[in-house]
Structures are given as structure tokens and as C-alpha cells.
């Protein structure tokens, strides 16, 4: 149920920002009050909406118009494939976030790109909502391959160690 409650929420999101202040419907993003199409977005502009998104993935919704619809994604937890998938992923992380962590960040460092890959690095930081107040810390960085058009197709995360050592992080001194 819950699953289904969430599919729901994300598509009618979805829905609401694809119509938006819309006039044309091949525009896929208002980046500096210019509109442009998906035939128009460049490495650059991929660069530049990832360095807007990632900084604040948990506390917002990222843009998915620099994704394809078959987004494969994979990290040390995770394996799957498509649009709706990706979506679910990150309004999973902002849920649990919220609902776990007083505090949640993800500092951005560095992106790097060249015509057909970016890799960005970055560390998530945070603090549970535990009495101990147990901080979690860990390095990593994504690796982001880009089709023809631009679009981002293929995205893996590297974390700097297993998910196990991460979650020890949490038990008290």
C-alpha cells in the first residue's frame, strides 16, 4: 500500500511540474529563465542542474529532465532500472531522511565531466534522531554516463565502504 501511495504522489508531482508555466510542449526545463528543449540541453547544463540537485536532494525533489526514461541506476543497496524507479529512490531517501535524522546533508565537492561521463564526489553527512545522537559519515562519488543527447542514462554510486561498516556507525561507543 504504501508503495502504491508513493507511486501516486510521485506521478502526480511528475505531472504538475511537466505542465507548469508550460506554453511549448517540447520545453523541458527553465534553466535562467531560458526554456530550452531536449534537444538543446549540454553537457554543461547537465553539469549545472546536477551542482542545483544533489546539494539538497534531502530536503527537495531533484529535476528529472536530464535523465532518460530507462535510467539505470545502481549503488551498494541498490540495482534497477527506470524513470519511476529513480523517482521512488529519491523520495525514499528525503522520507527517510526526515524520519530518521535530525540533520542530513550532502556536500558536493567536485564535478568532473567530459562529452559522455560526469563524476561527481561527495560526502553524506547527518545526525539520528537517536539519544546518543549517533553521527553518520561516509564518502563517495557517482558516476554518470551521458547518451547522445545528453541525457544521462546510467548512473552507479561508489560509496568509500560497505553498507555493513556504514550501519556500525549507528550502535553507541
Known amino acids: 500500500m504504501l508503495r502504491a501511495t508513493m507511486c501516486l504522489a510521485i506521478l502526480a ?5 511537466r505542465n507548469a508555466g508550460r506554453g511549448d510542449k517540447n ?16 553537457v554543461s547544463q547537465v553539469v ?4 542545483a540537485d544533489l546539494p539538497s536532494l534531502f530536503q527537495r525533489d531533484i529535476s528529472y529532465d536530464i535523465y532518460t526514461d530507462d535510467i539505470y541506476f545502481q549503488d551498494p543497496v541498490n540495482t534497477f532500472k527506470g524513470k519511476l524507479n529513480y523517482r521512488i529512490i529519491f523520495w525514499t531517501l528525503r522520507f527517510h531522511g526526515r524520519l530518521f535524522f535530525r540533520e542530513l546533508h550532502f556536500d558536493l565537492h567536485d564535478i568532473q565531466a ?6 561527481a564526489t561527495w560526502t553524506v553527512r547527518g545526525v539520528l534522531r537517536l539519544p546518543w545522537k549517533t553521527r553518520l559519515l561516509f564518502n563517495g562519488y557517482s558516476t554518470y554516463k551521458l547518451n547522445s543527447e545528453s541525457l544521462i ?13 556504514i550501519l556500525k556507525q549507528f550502535l553507541p561507543l
Request: no cysteine; aromatic share 4%; net charge negative.
Open 13 to 17: 508531482d511528475s505531472h504538475k511540474r
Open 27 to 42: 520545453s523541458d526545463r527553465v534553466n535562467g529563465g531560458l526554456r530550452l528543449s531536449l534537444s538543446q540541453i549540454s
Open 48 to 51: 549545472k542542474t546536477l551542482q
Open 114 to 119: 567530459t562529452d559522455d561521463e560526469i563524476i
Open 153 to 165: 542514462y546510467h548512473h552507479v554510486d561508489t560509496w568509500d565502504r560497505p553498507p555493513g561498516e
